[in-house]
């Protein structure tokens, strides 16, 4: 059985949304706040910490109003706008569907938090020496990265195309 495509769209966006909450869920269960766990020493760490601001914690300092609006209300308009446009564009190649998807799951994933809890919970931790360095993050934040990379992609692949026509 084929699955239409807004059926697809869909599902994807629930899946998002569903290993992000299961995830933190887990975290919250079993992670002491500011706990540090080291999976692969301090390479790769879980921790639970939580986040009243944006990516890396952004806004974090921001009255409750502005955080209101900058992270709650625009968020959730952006989000509402954009499964709008993956749903009604049909003219969007499936590696950007897929991408878009992931972003709007990831987000509402996110917002969800902000809406329940007054905050994020994040618990990915990376540090590879001087090469490479993230900021705590979770599921959503992977998501959203995800989908970023893959529409980054799929804009060169289009640009390359249309260079070689």
């Avoid at 009243?52 to 308009?77: H, K, Q, V």
């Avoid at 993050?137 to 195309?161: C, P, Q, R």
Wanted: glycine share 8%; with cysteine.
């Amino acid at each position: 059985m084929k699955l239409s495509r807004n059926v697809s769209v869909i599902l994807l966006i629930i899946f998002n949304i569903a290993i992000d909450q299961i995830s933190k869920v887990i975290v919250r269960a079993n992670i002491e706040l500011k706990e540090v766990i080291e999976l692969i020493g301090h390479k790769f760490i879980l921790t639970n910490v939580y986040n009243r601001g944006a990516f890396l914690g952004m806004g974090s300092d921001m009255n409750d109003t502005l955080r209101l609006i900058l992270l709650l209300i625009l968020p959730t308009l952006v989000l509402g706008y954009l499964i709008y446009y993956i749903l009604v564009n049909k003219t969007l190649d499936k590696l950007s569907t897929i991408a878009l998807s992931c972003i709007a799951g990831g987000g509402i994933a996110n917002v969800f938090d902000r809406i329940a809890f007054g905050k994020v919970t994040d618990f990915f931790f990376i540090d590879l020496g001087g090469v490479f360095k993230t900021g705590i993050f979770n599921v959503a934040d992977m998501s959203v990265t995800f989908g970023m990379i893959v529409l980054v992609y799929t804009w060169f692949l289009s640009s390359g195309k249309k260079q070689t026509t």
